[in-house]
């Protein structure tokens, strides 16, 4: 057998080793189980929660973050109780 055939056979070798080794920790279970997104969404939807994009001043999103950091809530609940207090105000 020719040297490049001895390559070639070893990296097959190789390749078929890797295509069998399992998931590493780090990436499979051993990740953390966190829901998919599909199941996520059908949590959300049962708390009555519905996606809402808006597109903020840079300044305001880093004041938004603060207040959340400040008061130990989420963006989410924090976001939903300043527009809570100023639609109140508003009527």
Same mark, same amino acid.
């Given at each position: ?8 056979n070893?990296g ?18 051993? =990740?953390? @189980?966190? &829901? $998919?997104?599909?199941?996520q969404?059908?949590?959300?939807? /049962?708390?009555g929660?519905?996606?809402? #994009?808006v ?10 973050? =603060?207040? @959340?950091? &400040? $008061?130990?809530?989420?963006i989410?609940?924090?976001?939903a /109780? ?5 639609? #109140?105000?508003?009527?």
């Amino acid at each position: 057998m020719k040297k490049s055939d001895l390559d070639r056979n070893e990296g097959l070798k190789i390749t078929g080793q890797m295509k069998q080794a399992g998931t590493p920790d780090r990436f499979g279970n051993a =990740a953390g @189980a966190v &829901a $998919s997104r599909r199941e996520q969404r059908k949590l959300e939807q /049962a708390q009555g929660l519905v996606a809402f #994009a808006v597109k903020l001043d840079g300044e305001l999103v880093k004041q938004i973050h =603060a207040l @959340a950091e &400040a $008061s130990q809530m989420g963006i989410n609940e924090t976001v939903a /109780a300043l527009l809570t207090k100023g639609l #109140a105000d508003k009527t």
